[in-house]
């Protein structure tokens, strides 16, 4: 059924793209767009490997909609998941002055990075420790559920509140005994022609019989408190972009934690990337060694046409394990 679904929303994204391209029509309140991330990688001994690494499409409202509803749906396509159609947000909107209300599939206000679209990212990855400890990291990313949100009208304070099931969007419990309360707050400060940013994440999960891969160990099926917090900031220049986060999980007062620090250094259309970070889990058997990046991104056409290089390393105990990338990432419109 899900994937009918897609390929009935890719029909109607490229009629709806036909329809823009003609530019005489009256807008139909609905748009769309999308980009491709074409990556090769390799280690230099028993790995070599292409790989298509997003090809993401979504729909939504424009202004000539709604003026106080909207919509977004989204999907995407990747190597990295064998090649299968992923349906992510499904979600509607609701504006009124300062206050927005979304409903539906969609990702909790949590963390920095994690809503930094990775189209603009100037790594090539998220940090991994954003990746499996923000809320629902693996257990889809997503969760199912209602968030409020309220942004001053300076820009100065963003701050959201939201609940959901609990257990992401892998499986769907027709009987779900537990829940999910996240809240985020950030301020950004103008200083003349730069940017300072920081503020905090919190979330508290009341788990009924919940996996959580690459926290806990397979085995584990937790039930309990699983209660967490993140700090984050963010200092942009025209020159320089340096941010950092730090992010903690108590389960049952057992913690997983770790950080990340990203610089990039910004001149005509080139960058300059540096990346640093740790990631400790609850699994013993997993190794917990640092790793950082070295990377080069030149914007052919802003991040409409962008090349990436990436150089990825990971502390070992017998050593470093390198890997270097090459990505290439262009859009639809």
């Known amino acids: 059924m899900k994937r009918i679904f897609v390929i009935v929303l890719f029909l109607r994204i490229l009629f709806f793209g036909s329809l823009h391209a003609e530019g005489s029509r009256k807008s139909s309140g609905i748009d769309w767009n999308g980009y491709i991330q074409l990556r090769g990688s390799t280690n230099f001994n028993d790995h070599y490997a292409f790989s298509l690494r997003r090809l993401k499409l979504w729909l939504y409202s424009d202004s000539c909609f709604s003026t106080p509803w909207s919509f977004k749906v989204q999907t995407?396509?990747?190597?990295?998941?064998?090649?299968?159609?992923f349906l992510q947000d499904v979600k509607a909107?609701?504006?009124?002055?300062?206050?927005?209300?979304?409903?539906?599939?969609?990702v909790p206000q949590y963390s920095l990075q994690r809503f930094q679209h990775d189209y603009l990212l100037p790594v090539i990855e998220r940090a991994k420790v954003i990746n499996l400890l923000i809320p629902d990291g693996t257990l889809g990313v997503r969760d199912l559920g209602v968030q409020a949100s309220f942004e001053s009208k300076n820009h100065l304070v963003r701050t959201s509140i939201g609940i959901f099931n609990g257990y992401g969007i892998l499986e769907y419990r027709l009987n779900n005994a537990g829940f999910l309360i996240t809240h985020k707050t950030s301020i950004q400060i103008p200083i003349k022609n730069n940017l300072l940013r920081t503020g905090y994440s919190?979330?508290?999960?009341?788990?009924?019989?919940?996996?959580?891969p690459f926290v806990l160990p397979d085995s584990v099926f937790f039930s309990g408190h699983d209660v967490r917090f993140n700090i984050f900031a963010m200092f942009s220049s025209r020159i320089l972009d340096i941010q950092g986060e730090y992010l903690n999980a108590m389960f049952d007062g057992?913690?997983?934690?770790?950080?990340?620090?990203?610089?990039?250094?910004?001149?005509?259309?080139?960058?300059?990337?540096?990346?640093?970070?740790?990631?400790?889990?609850?699994?013993?058997?997993t190794p917990d060694h640092p790793c950082f990046r070295i990377g080069y991104n030149h914007l052919f056409k802003d991040h409409k046409l962008e090349l990436s290089a990436d150089n990825f390393f990971r502390m070992e105990d017998s050593g470093t394990e390198y890997f270097a990338s090459i990505q290439f990432q262009i859009f639809f419109k």
């Not at 995407?76 to 159609?85: A, V």
């Not at 909107?93 to 969609?106: R, S, T």
């Open 202 to 212: 919190f979330q508290y999960r009341k788990a009924e019989h919940l996996r959580i």
């Open 93 to 106: 909107g609701y504006h009124a002055g300062n206050f927005f209300l979304e409903m539906g599939q969609f």
């Open 76 to 85: 995407t396509f990747s190597s990295f998941t064998k090649e299968r159609f």
């Open 254 to 285: 057992s913690p997983a934690y770790g950080y990340y620090i990203l610089s990039t250094i910004k001149f005509n259309k080139n960058q300059i990337v540096f990346s640093w970070e740790e990631y400790r889990d609850l699994i013993v058997d």
